[in-house]
Nanobody
């Protein structure tokens, strides 16, 4: 079993930055890819970014490429999402998910997911 706990959300002005963390626990977490999704009010979950188990392969949605950076520290069993140049449309609950592959864009294809952390970007 894998447990995922997100932190780092908050309220920030447009143009600001936040860094989200996803702390993972479980014996197999180092062999899993980790991804970030977000769900805004009234919207379905949206893939944001993913990183493979080694940290080498990374994937980004077009809406965040160039502004967000995903990384992971397997020694700490933690994945990070550095979010820069934030926009009001980035406002959402951000949650992480784990699976063997992070090329899937649907959260239903992931085996584990966390509860999420709220990110609010004011204009």
């Amino acid at each position: 079993q894998v447990q995922l706990v997100e932190s780092g959300g908050g309220l920030v002005q447009a143009g600001g930055s936040l860094r989200l963390s996803c702390a993972a626990s479980g014996r197999t977490v180092s062999s899993l890819g980790l991804a970030w999704f977000r769900q805004g009010p009234g919207n379905e979950s949206e893939f944001v970014s993913g990183v493979g188990w080694s940290g080498i392969l990374t994937y980004y949605a077009d809406t965040v490429r160039g502004r967000f950076t995903i990384s992971r520290d397997n020694a700490k069993n933690t994945a990070y999402l550095q979010m820069n140049s934030l926009k009001p449309e980035d406002t959402a609950v951000y949650f992480c998910a784990a699976a063997k592959t992070v090329t899937n864009l649907r959260v239903l294809d992931y085996d584990y997911r966390g509860q999420g952390t709220q990110v609010t970007v004011s204009a």
